[in-house]
């Protein structure tokens, strides 16, 4: 079962490791290792998925109740004047005399006390299926577990690199300002001494009006980048350092195959389980024995007598005819395994499918990531020139405004792609099954080599 080790790297991290204990307000800066970590310990969804496994063990446990005799004690205490119970109270406190009266054999009392146990030897092999049922219900809620745990890595480090991005972004919308506020001076100054239009200037300060409202709307989306990441890791408010790391990001996977994937796992046990409790329809219909054994003992007050007894045998039991109960259970479990099979086949194509666009949305980021760094160094140098020109008084103030939305634009562009790259391989390695930063989800503190 894959469900204990699970249990036990969560409960580590979580009385372990108290930088990410429940409760705290996580670390002094973020990383996008140390994101993933906390928020695997507080978002609910991953605190949900340990209570999942933990039903999921106790109902192992509760299939395995038929394995076990069942002890028990009884006691009671009675009178009586009823003529057959009066007898059975004399007789089992062993005062019978040959000269009593069997129709009114008078008042009697009994105290019984006694201890019982029975096991069941044969059932047609159910509690066995349903035990192996049980086990792959284990395996599913596993799996299920790792599915959330995949999923709530990839989003806590897309949102991460949302933060990321978006800073970039103000990055550039405040260096576009700066300039285009730069170039207002200048053109003011030309404007005082007669050498510069009245429209021109007017242009000018339109274009720091649109320059201030793009950075106002990154440092909004920054604002709002920020919120999803913290809801994410599980915590309330907005207060964020980001402190990056080259040596934290994802790298690519050495196998594509989505075999590791928990979806297919999940499926996978879920047949198994189906196929147990096939077996124990099919088990239904054989007879079950049951042993028992029992030991009573007997005192009055009235009669002042007492005594022991017991009693122990075998009971076979056999339905003749059900009313064809067992077979629309065998029919009904046929059916499902015949579901999950096609959607087993279904799951493959699509997790094939996911892998392939994973991989070139990759190669898609990557090239616009070439791209978009050419043209920032054209629109470096562009810019420059166009600048030079224009405090020279040799060109026009719209190839200015040109030039420098150029530049913004493509800084802009690197930015969302170099972020797109980071989030393009980790969307591979969650499409390959992979976790961001280990080999399986319960290896936590090893990375993989750059291939």
């Given at each position: ?139 599913l809620s596993s799996a299920e577990s790792d599915a959330i745990i995949l999923r709530l890595e990839f989003e806590v480090f897309q949102a991460f690199q949302r933060v990321i991005e978006t800073g970039k972004v103000i990055q550039a919308r405040q260096k576009a300002l700066e300039a285009i506020t730069s170039s207002l001076d200048v053109a003011q100054s030309r404007f005082a001494a007669g050498d510069f239009l009245k429209s021109d200037l007017l242009n000018l300060q339109v274009e720091q009006s649109q320059a201030t409202e793009n950075l106002v709307q990154a440092r909004h989306d920054l604002e709002m980048a920020k919120r999803v990441f913290l809801t994410l890791l599980g915590l309330p408010g907005d207060d964020l350092n980001i402190e990056v790391e080259e040596a934290e990001s994802p790298v690519l996977p050495s ?197």
């Amino acid at each position: 079962m894959k469900m204990r080790p699970f249990l036990l790297l969560f409960l580590t991290i979580l009385y372990s490791a108290p930088a990410f204990a429940i409760g705290s307000d996580g670390p002094a800066f973020w990383t996008a290792r140390r994101a993933i970590e906390f928020a695997k310990e507080n978002n609910p969804d991953s605190q949900l998925a340990v209570q999942r496994m933990l039903q999921a063990d106790a109902m192992v446990q509760k299939a395995g109740v038929g394995f076990y005799p069942r002890l028990e004690l009884f006691g009671n205490y009675s009178q009586t004047n009823n003529p057959m119970y009066s007898f059975g109270n004399i007789l089992n406190q062993g005062e019978f005399s040959p000269d009593i009266d069997f129709n009114d054999p008078g008042r009697t009392d009994n105290l019984g006390l006694g201890i019982g146990v029975t096991y069941r030897f044969y059932n047609g092999g159910r509690d066995l299926a349903q035990k192996k049922a049980a086990k792959a219900g284990v395996d599913l809620s596993s799996a299920e577990s790792d599915a959330i745990i995949l999923r709530l890595e990839f989003e806590v480090f897309q949102a991460f690199q949302r933060v990321i991005e978006t800073g970039k972004v103000i990055q550039a919308r405040q260096k576009a300002l700066e300039a285009i506020t730069s170039s207002l001076d200048v053109a003011q100054s030309r404007f005082a001494a007669g050498d510069f239009l009245k429209s021109d200037l007017l242009n000018l300060q339109v274009e720091q009006s649109q320059a201030t409202e793009n950075l106002v709307q990154a440092r909004h989306d920054l604002e709002m980048a920020k919120r999803v990441f913290l809801t994410l890791l599980g915590l309330p408010g907005d207060d964020l350092n980001i402190e990056v790391e080259e040596a934290e990001s994802p790298v690519l996977p050495s196998d594509l195959d989505p075999v590791k994937r928990p979806e297919l796992q999940k499926l996978t046990a879920a047949l198994q389980a189906a196929e147990s409790r096939l077996q124990a329809a099919r088990g239904s219909r054989l007879p079950t024995v049951d042993g028992f054994a029992r030991y009573s003992y007997d005192q009055g007050t009235v009669l002042g007598g007492e005594g022991g007894s017991w009693m122990a045998g075998v009971n076979l039991n056999f339905k003749l005819f059900d009313g064809h109960q067992a077979d629309a259970e065998i029919a009904m479990v046929e059916a499902e395994l015949g579901v999950l099979r096609a959607e087993q086949k279904k799951l493959k194509l699509a997790l094939d499918l996911e892998v392939s666009q994973a991989e070139l949305a990759l190669d898609l980021a990557r090239q616009r990531l070439q791209v978009t760094e050419q043209m920032v160094a054209q629109a470096v140098e562009s810019e420059s020139l166009t600048r030079a020109r224009f405090d020279a008084g040799v060109l026009l103030v719209s190839e200015l405004i040109d030039s420098e939305n150029r530049l913004t634009d493509s800084r802009v562009r690197h930015a969302l792609a170099s972020s797109a790259v980071q989030v393009a391989v980790a969307n591979l390695r969650r499409a390959a099954g992979f976790p961001q930063y280990s080999q399986d989800f319960h290896q936590t503190n090893t990375m993989e080599n750059q291939p």
